[in-house]
Nanobody, 113 residues
Framework: VQLQASGGGLVQAGGSLRLSCAAS????????MSWYRQAPGKQHELVAI???????NYAASVKGRFTISRDNAKNTVFLQMNSLRPEDTGVYYC????????WGQGTLVTVSS
């Protein structure tokens, strides 16, 4: 299984970005899909997760600003990020559970103040 993430970039505080992550390869079925991030000097943290049925959970720091969604037909997960803050800066990784966990290569999000 390969994961291809895209959509990162440089944005000013208050702006928006939309991340995408498409899974390909020998996929029998995907359970949860999620986004993690790693900010400079900080630990890896879960940002948002979505189940097969569409149930979602978010880190407290992004709740109300970020929205995770998925397209099951295309094995793709999205992260709509609004009202971005400088503290949202980091490398964002997608993760899918299909038999075991697979990780994308990461996409850099930089929010300037």
């Amino acid at each position: 299984v390969q994961l291809q993430a895209s959509g990162g970039g440089l944005v000013q505080a208050g702006g928006s970005l939309r991340l995408s992550c498409a899974a390909s390869g020998s996929i029998l079925g995907i359970n949860s899909m999620s986004w993690y991030r790693q900010a400079p000097g900080k630990q890896h943290e879960l940002v948002a997760i979505i189940s097969t049925g569409g149930s979602t959970n978010y880190a407290a720091s992004v709740k109300g600003r970020f929205t995770i969604s998925r397209d099951n037909a295309k094995n793709t997960v999205f992260l709509q990020m609004n009202s971005l803050r400088p503290e949202d800066t980091g490398v964002y990784y997608c993760n899918v559970l299909t038999g075991r966990f697979f990780w994308g290569q990461g996409t850099l999000v930089t929010v300037s103040s």
